[in-house]
């Protein structure tokens, strides 16, 4: 593998590392949001996907990313009798996020960013030594 190519492919890692933060700071920010009205549904928890996707013309795996899809687990429920969007029973329903969940798994996908980044950072620094190497 050449040296564009493996800094295309962590290009690439970047960019999936990057949508996933985006999607999991949609879910943070939503966690604790109600629905407009007592019967509607509120925020539901979004889940990123990536894929691999072979690239012919770098001849490399490289990462893409899918399109957001919803968690289908339940909403939480909890006893707030006064809030405009309860239910008869007095129970507001709130989005389906674990925050502590989506806490981890921002971690992990900034550690995701800083590995991606590391390769590029390696693959630079080798072709600058390259470089270094062919003009003396």
């Given amino acids: 593998m050449d040296f564009n190519t493996s800094m295309s492919v962590s290009a690439s890692g970047l960019r999936a590392q990057s949508e996933r933060m985006k999607t999991i700071s949609e879910n943070i920010a939503n966690a604790n949001s109600t629905a407009a009205s007592p019967n509607a549904d509120p925020y539901r928890r979004q889940i990123p996907t990536m894929k691999s996707q072979f690239?012919?013309?770098?001849?490399?795996?490289?990462?893409?990313?899918?399109?957001?899809?919803?968690?289908?687990?339940?909403?939480?429920?909890?006893?707030?009798?006064?809030?405009?969007?309860?239910d008869a029973q007095g129970y507001v329903r709130l989005p389906n996020v674990n925050s502590l969940v989506e806490i981890m798994d921002m971690r992990e996908a900034q550690r995701s960013y800083e590995a991606n980044l590391t390769a590029m950072d390696a693959s630079k620094t080798m072709q600058m030594r390259t470089v270094d190497l062919l003009r003396k």
């Fill in 55 to 86: 690239d012919r013309t770098l001849g490399a795996t490289k990462v893409e990313v899918g399109k957001p899809i919803q968690d289908s687990t339940e909403f939480r429920r909890q006893y707030d009798p006064g809030n405009p969007v309860a």
